[in-house]
């Protein structure tokens, strides 16, 4: 545990300053914890050394990450509190809110530890170590001349010294991560904790202000930032919930500082982003731009209509899919943005044309060849893998996305055990029924109902080659979906689950059309599973080669695309010029917030708080100057990265990263100084909040700033 905590405070400036002092700029790069002596951060800019940030015989700002479900956060405090986004903690909202106590909106406070709420299902994990493993998994991979055979012999390598390394501490988690194909794999050990509880999360009109309009948007206005604490058992170790178990104690914690940065000052980012496409070869980026980022996003748009939709007419349905929505529409922009990003720069066509140029860079003429034999090679597969897309998409998403059809999935294959065993042992008979319990939880007929009927018609417009396989037999089985579903007998979860509990032999009488149709549904899914399977490990292993090659002829180490492991980006903060003629500041306060506020749904502050920011309009210590709210910096980040500490050059906390630019979501195939924006919100903004609007004294004091 850090043993000085200096937090300044003293000095907290709300005037954003702006004088012009860019440092030189970093070509972008996640980069791997593995490479951060080889960094230039000294002359870019940091001021603290850079053990302090990883130090490998002792604890340093590492140790204070955390990897927080498909997020990043930070402990700020010696006792468990951690600090991330709200849109990385709202959903666990959900079992406390109802309609007449919607926790969604109004947010929620425990002023002691006695009153936090645990966190259903959400884990967070931190590094403990990490350590090459590159030669135990290539072992005997180098004599291998199929490309297959090579790639399923490193992956059974990397889980033999996953399982290895697994065995001799369990009390940790191991993860083996490939970082680049081929070539370097990692080793990482994780604590992993259980037991984690709300402390704050904002309200929404705050936590989400701007909504959708302003996701993957700048000038942002949105304040978020929530607050949850880890506990482990008396041992120490991160089990599940339980009422004994004690504050978490981290080896290491952010200070904070609130002096506010201006143009041009360094920061550092450090988190776990999920993934990026970098290396990928041309072939992968047409896949993306014309058929998977177009399927997803168009069923996204539907699937959020509709919900929406369903909701206005049933409250509570709206409130129990209010994070799925979120979560959908998030991608869909995502995908929108880069479907821009790939016309708009017309990456394709300027990757072809890379990967053939550099054929000629290769000197040895044996390996130009083989470059150019693989690079065929990846266009031909992607070419296969393309003709069965659509339906393979199809499938996918119908029985991922369909409780119905799941339901009957269920039963199925319940059926196929009971065909031999008419009396299973009562394990069986529990999962099977805590199966379906969940996804009647999770069903709502009258949406399952339209998106059944909207994928059947989907597919019969497809051409003939697109079209499911087994299409013209469901219609034969089934002409009108929606009578067809309400007449089953399978809507019934109590007849259901007592069947499956104490009846098992009467499924074999159900012979209800949606048990058949699952039945040729997953089938004919499974087949186009492993088809699909093939075609990916033959795009692996040739990516591999194909980065390989690359490497070697262009004398670089590459920087790994980000796979979910620990990295470090840095940049400066710095605004960016959207289209001709335009130039985004990288500040905003909540003088824009106050200035949206009314235009549209999602700009909706309450009145309290609107109240609080004219009070503060007339606060001397103010005096008229606004809260500092967002900001921007030219880092390198991406999913993931939501709710990473946005770090000063002396390794303080200054903000909280939780989006980028519309124009960056195309970071994920190319970084690009031009348009690759981080958003993070101003450290200063969450104090203000926890002070003036929250009355959040416990969590300000906590982090010791005396109030
Ligand atoms: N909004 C993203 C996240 O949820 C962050 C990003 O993609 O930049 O992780």
Request: contains cysteine.
């Amino acid at each position: 545990m850090s043993s000085y905590r200096k937090v300044v405070i003293a000095c907290l400036s709300f005037f954003v300053v702006t004088h012009f002092c860019l440092a030189e700029n970093p070509d972008g790069g996640m980069y791997p914890i593995s490479t951060l002596h080889k960094l230039p951060l000294k002359k870019a800019g940091l001021k603290i050394s850079e053990t302090d940030i990883y130090n490998p015989n002792g604890t340093g700002i590492l140790q204070a990450i955390v990897q927080i479900g498909g997020c990043t956060g930070s402990f700020v405090s010696g006792e468990g509190l951690i600090i991330t986004n709200h849109h990385c903690a709202f959903s666990s909202l959900a079992p406390y809110s109802s309609t007449i106590n919607n926790l969604f909106e109004k947010g929620y406070l425990a002023k002691s530890m006695k009153t936090e709420l645990p966190m259903k299902g959400l884990t967070c994990k931190i590094l403990e170590d990490h350590s090459d493993v590159s030669s135990e998994v290539l072992a005997g991979t180098d004599t291998i001349k199929d490309v297959i055979r090579k790639e399923a012999m490193i992956e059974k390598n990397m889980d033999h010294v996953r399982q290895l390394a697994q065995l001799k501490n369990n009390k940790i988690e191991i993860e083996v991560s490939e970082m680049l194909p081929g070539k370097s794999y990692l080793l990482f050990s994780y604590k992993v904790i259980n037991d984690l509880r709300i402390v704050y999360i904002p309200p929404r009109d705050i936590g989400e202000f701007g909504g959708e309009t302003d996701n993957w948007v700048w000038p942002r206005h949105t304040g978020d930032f929530s607050f949850i604490r880890a506990y482990v058992n008396k041992t120490g170790d991160g089990a599940g919930y339980d009422t004994s178990n004690i504050p978490y104690e981290p080896k290491e914690y952010l200070n904070i500082n609130a002096t506010g940065l201006d143009v041009g000052d360094f920061v550092f980012v450090l988190g776990y982003p999920g993934r990026t496409y970098r290396q990928e070869p041309s072939g992968f980026l047409k896949y993306q731009e014309e058929y998977q980022l177009p399927f997803i996003s168009e069923l996204y748009e539907w699937q959020i209509n509709t919900m929406l939709q369903l909701g206005k007419s049933d409250s509570a349905y709206q409130i129990r899919q209010d994070p799925r929505i979120k979560s959908l529409a998030n991608v869909m922009k995502n995908y929108k943005g880069k479907l821009q990003g790939l016309k708009k720069l017309d990456l394709y066509k300027t990757k072809q044309a890379d990967d053939q140029a550099l054929a000629a860079k290769i000197k040895d003429p044996a390996n130009s060849r083989k470059y150019l034999e693989t690079l065929k090679n990846i266009d031909s597969t992607y070419n296969l893998a393309e003709k069965e897309y659509k339906k393979y998409a199809w499938y996918n998403r119908l029985l991922i996305d369909d409780y119905f059809i799941k339901i009957s999935h269920v039963v199925d294959l319940y059926k196929a055990i009971i065909d031999t065993d008419n009396n299973p042992e009562p394990k069986i008979r529990m999962t099977y029924s805590k199966q379906l319990r969940e996804y009647y939880r999770n069903m709502y007929i009258r949406f399952d109902t339209m998106y059944f009927a909207k994928m059947l018609l989907d597919a019969s417009s497809f051409d003939a080659s697109d079209k499911p396989l087994s299409l013209e037999e469901v219609n034969s089985k089934i002409t009108d979906p929606s009578r067809a579903i309400a007449a089953s007998k399978l809507l019934d979860s109590s007849y259901l689950i007592d069947i499956i509990l104490n009846k098992p032999s009467k499924i074999l009488k159900l012979k209800d059309p949606f048990v058949q149709l699952a039945h040729i549904y997953y089938n004919d899914a499974k087949r186009l599973d492993s088809t699909e399977a093939i075609y990916k490990t033959r795009i692996e292993a040739l990516t591999a080669t194909y980065i390989d090659l690359k490497m070697d002829a262009l004398q670089e180490e590459f920087v790994p695309d980000a796979n979910h492991t620990l990295r470090l980006t840095y940049g400066y903060i710095k605004g960016y010029s959207p289209r001709d003629g335009v130039y985004y500041e990288p500040f905003t306060t909540t003088e824009g917030m106050i200035e949206k506020n009314g235009k549209n749904p999602d700009y909706n502050a309450n009145d309290s708080l609107m109240k609080i920011f004219k009070l503060n309009m007339h606060n001397e210590q103010i005096a008229h100057h606004d809260v500092p709210l967002c900001l921007l910096y030219n880092t390198d980040t991406t999913g993931g990265n939501s709710g990473s500490p946005v770090l000063n050059k002396y390794g303080q906390l200054i903000g909280l990263n939780f989006d980028r630019n519309f124009e960056a979501t195309i970071n994920d195939y190319a970084w690009n100084d031009k348009y690759s924006r981080s958003i993070g919100l101003d450290i200063r903004f969450v104090l203000w909040e926890l002070n003036s609007v929250a009355g959040a004294k416990n969590i300000l004091n906590e982090m010791f700033i005396d109030n």
